[in-house]
DNA sequence: TAGTTAGTTAACAATTTGATAATGTAAACC
DNA sequence: GGTTTACATTATCAAATTGTTAACTAACTA
């Protein structure tokens, strides 16, 4: 996310805000604040924050309210609801999550505990962080969850072992991979495979390619450079 | 998700196991249990779960040095880790989070609210955005609230599998899914069918269609390119 | 119960890929 | 200047992968 994370925080006890606030702003995170529900839902539909958290005492409207009315809206679909209460009953707490909310937590809260469980959520919502996986380099462009590299707007198609190789390579720019590394990464150490064979998938790909974005590193190995 | 959701409990307590399980059992899921810190290591392999209910203190390894292995280990990118601990001190709660736990909580449990957290988290897991259940690529349309593709305004009629096949690929759009992921995403984990199989099914949605909307990535799998 | 449909498998054809060998080339070394 | 060394190139062939067709089975339907 290129953009700072926004939180909301909605309670109606001013010093839990501020304490909160205070360690969510060290932490580079956005924060709005909200002393009732009502607030909360205004503040939740102009700022439009990734997670909000709601104390379930409230004025006006109570954190339960507030959370079942974001949950009827589509557009808070991803947002992430943290719930806190004074209250530790079983009763509440499942009710919390039931209506929709993402953590139930009770009070007394640590602010460290708090943020670190926000940041567990937010880590399980990226689930493409780790399928994403596209390297750029100038014009080039190789995105290995769709298998294929952009070259200047052109796409190439590389054979398997060929595209392997070159993500390798360009995962690590500049970085010079010895044979032995080149074949054990992209070959696998069971397989029996001559010197050569790098050669040939090295001159394929920089004829795909059209342009010589692999270094040859005489008596080392090869390198992407570009 | 077509097959039972997996959990597997780790806990050296057994009055611990058997009431979770008990709990999880009657909702449906499928559990596995494990005993100490080894056991849930090579029961998360072998039964591949999709969430781990990991007790902190175990015999042989810790909860945490379980949890650490399991996040450097690809395969459980995607798995629930849920820490149980006897101890409530922020130190360990903070540590668990962050050694990539998704949930942390403290003993004693109320099995409902430990059923209701898990609930919470694999509801997050459900893709919200991607729940569309029309699928429009130019003249394609996919719907599969209807289980018909509609393409230039003729419809097409395919079959259970065919559509699943053509649903999966098509949510996204020039992701290259790998022979497995069909398999596990269209037939199952348990399921096992030949290669061949998907080949068939491609061809009869190609035929079917008349267009080449899956396109054939040689020694990595099929994606949908229209 | 015969006919239909979906799903799967098997067999074979078509295609692509990968590895190797043979040869060419350029720099390094003596 | 000849020799050696290392890498590049080309051509070829075997192996792996996928496409296609046909046939079989199970479930459903009339």
């Not at 209506?99 to 139930?104: C, K, T, V, W």
């Not at 996986?133 to 072992?161: E, F, N, R």
């Not at 500049?174 to 992209?186: A, D, N, P, T």
Request: proline residues 4%; contains cysteine; aromatic residues 8%.
């Amino acid at each position: 996310m290129e953009a700072p994370i926004k939180i909301l925080i909605a309670d109606d006890e001013p010093d839990i805000i501020e304490i909160i606030s205070f360690h969510l702003n060290k932490l580079g995170y956005e924060v709005a604040t909200a002393k009732d529900g009502s607030e909360a839902i205004e503040k939740a539909n102009s700022f439009a924050p990734d997670c909000i958290i709601l104390d379930v005492m409230m004025p006006k409207r109570t954190g339960f309210e507030v959370c079942e009315y974001l949950r009827s809206q589509k557009q808070f679909d991803k947002t992430l609801i943290v719930l806190l209460t004074a209250l530790n009953d079983e009763a509440s707490h499942i009710k919390g999550l039931e209506l929709g909310g993402d953590d139930f937590i009770s009070k007394p809260i640590s602010p460290k505990v708090l943020v670190s469980r926000i940041t567990a959520l937010f880590r399980r919502l990226q689930p493409t962080e780790s399928d994403k996986k596209i390297i750029t380099a100038g014009d080039l462009m190789i995105d290995i969850s769709q298998y294929k590299t952009v070259l200047k707007g052109v796409t190439h198609v590389l054979a398997k072992k060929e595209f392997e190789l070159l993500y390798l390579l360009a995962a690590q720019p500049g970085r010079v991979f010895l044979r032995g590394e080149i074949l054990s990464q992209v070959w696998g150490n069971d397989v029996i495979v001559g010197d050569r064979t790098i050669d040939v998938h090295v001159r394929k790909i920089r004829a795909k390619l059209g342009i010589d974005c692999i270094t040859t590193v005489k008596g080392v190995g090869y390198k992407f450079d570009y």
